[in-house]
């Protein structure tokens, strides 16, 4: 190190010393800034003139209306219309890829919003399924199914598709486990429809580090929410609102008033 650059060195050493002893941290406040209607009382019309080309182009990409959802679709643990619908839904469409998936895992925790009953845009599905997660699809033995399923129940619920029935405890325990009315066959082997996030071991589910034969294609046109865009196009192009209901899927013994508190955030 040659004469100059330690000297600069120096310089900046003595430079921080000096702002860690200038400034002290003395306490620690925060408050809650609630952004409501009130502030669209005084509009800024300079900030608006600024953002309108910019708010022409969004609405432009984010407007077109998708479908429509029968009623409002929302998502919570155990079980909730909404997290059952996306797992129906990775089930259908397994058929674009020649797939037929026994059933079908969408994470609550990749849920980041809900559909209000009515119209439903392109923007209202990117605030669903944000993330760049695709579908994947995937094999497990009965065993490792059984594994998964008591992962399942260790996070308090999850998304399942129709013919998967759980009966799980307020403390995260399996009590059993149906698919199709029949217990899970250990020496069966069982094709899952999930996202590749979940495929790789994520969210608690590392049973999925133990599949075969997986199909995770990586393009674009491959991620969840052009899936769920095309599942409410083909309901609209039928006529018919998109619709899901609790259904029994996954079943909770022992829950209290605080637990359901709890599950609802």
């Not at 400034?23 to 953002?51: C, K, W």
């Not at 059933?103 to 925790?109: E, Q, R, S, W």
């Not at 899970?184 to 094709?191: A, E, F, L, Q, V």
Request: hydrophobic residues 40%; glycine residues 8%; contains cysteine.
């Amino acid at each position: 190190m040659n004469r100059k650059t330690l000297l600069t060195l120096t310089a900046i050493l003595i430079l921080c010393t000096g702002c860690v002893h200038q400034y002290q941290v003395t306490g620690v406040q925060r408050t809650r800034i609630l952004v409501d209607n009130r502030y669209d009382a005084l509009p800024n019309a300079e900030a608006e003139a600024f953002m309108q080309p910019y708010k022409q182009q969004v609405d432009s990409v984010m407007s077109p209306v998708v479908g429509r959802a029968a009623r409002y679709l929302w998502a919570q643990k155990p079980e909730s219309n909404l997290s059952n619908l996306l797992a129906d839904i990775m089930v259908w469409g397994g058929k674009k890829y020649s797939e037929t998936p026994d059933f079908g895992v969408y994470n609550v925790g990749g849920i980041r919003a809900a559909f209000s009953e009515g119209n439903v845009t392109y923007g209202d599905v990117l605030d669903v399924a944000p993330f760049e997660n695709k579908i994947c699809f995937l094999t497990l033995t009965g065993e490792k199914v059984t594994e998964l399923f008591e992962q399942i129940a260790s996070t308090r619920g999850e998304g399942v598709s129709h013919g998967v029935q759980l009966v799980i405890t307020a403390d995260g325990k399996l009590v059993s486990a149906l698919f199709n009315g029949q217990p899970i066959d250990p020496k069966k082997t069982y094709r899952i429809a999930t996202l590749d996030y979940l495929a790789q071991g994520n969210d608690k589910m590392e049973a999925f580090k133990a599949k075969t034969d997986v199909v995770s294609p990586q393009e674009e046109e491959n991620n969840t929410r052009y899936i769920i865009m095309d599942y409410f196009r083909e309901q609209a192009a039928k006529g018919q609102a998109v619709d899901a209901q609790v259904e029994g899927r996954i079943v909770m013994q022992g829950l209290n008033d605080a637990d359901s508190r709890e599950l609802m955030h």
